[in-house]
C-alpha cells in the first residue's frame, strides 16, 4: 500500500469515528471542537514552519498524519451531531 492511500484511509477512519461520536453524543462533541480546533490549527501552522525550514514534504513529519486524523475526525463530528442536534431542535 502507497503513502498515500495508507493516509487516505487513517483520514477516513477519522472522518468515520468523528461520525459515530457525533451521532451518539452530539452535545459532548460540540464542546470539544473550540479545543480540538485550536490544536490542529496551532499543529498546521507549526508544521508548515518546520516543513519549509528544513525543506520537507509535510508527509515526512511523523506527527501530520495524525493531525490530519483529528481534521477529519473534527469534520465528520461536525456534520452528524449538526444534522442530530437540527432534527432534534425541529422535532420538538
Partial sequence: MSKKAKRRWLQ????????????LRPDQIQSLFPVLGITVGIGYFISAKVASDNEKELDEIAWFIPLQMIMYFIIGGAVSSSIVLAIELYSN
Avoid at 477516513?12 to 451521532?23: A, D, I, K, P, Y
Wanted: charge should be neutral; proline fraction near 0%.
Fill in 12 to 23: 477516513l477512519f477519522g472522518f468515520v469515528t468523528g461520525l459515530v461520536f457525533g451521532t
